[in-house]
């Protein structure tokens, strides 16, 4: 198995963690207006 470049595993991880973070922050967006 060939091992990824650091910099592609952090890319990745950043991008998950911003769409996660951004998928929160509509929930509570959401939320609110309830």
Known sequence: M???EP???S???AS???E???A???NLL???KI
Request: glycine share 4%; charged share 30%.
């Open 24 to 26: 929160n922050i509509g």
């Open 20 to 22: 996660h973070t951004a």
């Open 11 to 13: 890319l990745k991880n």
């Open 16 to 18: 998950l963690y911003l």
């Open 2 to 4: 060939e091992k990824s």
């Open 30 to 32: 959401n939320m609110r």
């Open 7 to 9: 910099l592609e595993d």
